[in-house]
């Protein structure tokens, strides 16, 4: 079965840029959507087909996916955006990644 | 937007139906799926329904398959999840989400605020 591997966690400082990775074999093939979850809240799509936002979703996020790793940026990042991040793709059944615990201290 | 209903406290190898209310769109017309979250852990998808076009074609997690079930009720705009065999391991938010499709891939664009079934010896 598919995997995808992403960094427990990442931290940034507020204004600085953060960088979430998600890892798997030839995911640069595939489309990677993004999603972030708030502590106690349900999950929002912030960005799908690797760097297309959904209406909403502020400019400083953007996405990028090549060779075997998909990246989630976060220009400027703000305290609002400390959350759980979660990579997925469709590999005959869709797949999480582990999710990366954003920390902005 | 989409509302689920029916989580319980449910003993090892009970059974649940999960309900997800559809408002605002045509439950028809999109792929409806069902994402858990165990406790303190990431997302799992566990199934989808696929639209009226693709003649509403179940698939499934392979931790699930065969235990448990997706359907739709037309008339209602409900979507159903039915568990059976239920085990620890079960024990999760399940959130309905609403799939945009785009080339090469699904989005869940649309998420309920979830249902909790916990299981129990």
């Known amino acids: 079965s598919y995997e995808l591997a992403q960094p427990p966690s990442v931290s940034v400082s507020p204004g600085q840029t953060a960088t979430i990775t998600c890892s798997g074999d030839n995911l640069g093939d595939k489309y990677v959507c993004w999603y972030q979850q708030k502590t106690g809240q349900s999950p929002v799509l912030v960005m799908f087909?690797?760097?297309k936002r959904p209406s909403g979703i502020p400019e400083r996020f953007s996405g990028s996916n090549s060779g075997n790793t998909a990246t989630l940026t976060i220009s400027g990042t703000q305290t609002m955006d400390e959350a759980d991040y979660y990579c997925q793709v469709w590999a005959g059944g869709e797949v999480f990644g582990g999710g990366t615990k954003l920390t902005v201290l | 937007q989409v509302v689920e209903s029916g989580g319980a406290l449910v003993h090892l190898g009970g059974s649940l139906r999960l309900s997800c209310a559809v408002s605002g769109f045509s439950a028809s017309d999109y792929y409806m799926d069902w994402v858990r979250q165990a406790p303190g852990k990431g997302l799992e998808w566990v199934g989808r329904?696929?639209?009226?076009?693709?003649?509403?074609?179940?698939e499934y997690a392979t931790s699930v398959e065969g235990r448990f079930s997706i359907s739709r009720d037309h008339s209602k705009n409900l979507v159903y999840l039915q568990m059976t065999s239920l085990k620890g391991e079960d024990t999760a938010v399940y959130y309905c989400?609403?799939?945009?499709?785009?080339?090469?891939?699904?989005?869940?664009?649309?998420w309920g605020q979830g249902t909790k079934v916990t299981v129990s010896p």
């Open positions: 087909q690797d760097m």
């Open positions: 329904t696929r639209n009226k076009p693709n003649e509403y074609i179940t």
């Open positions: 989400t609403k799939v945009g499709q785009y080339y090469g891939s699904h989005a869940f664009e649309v």
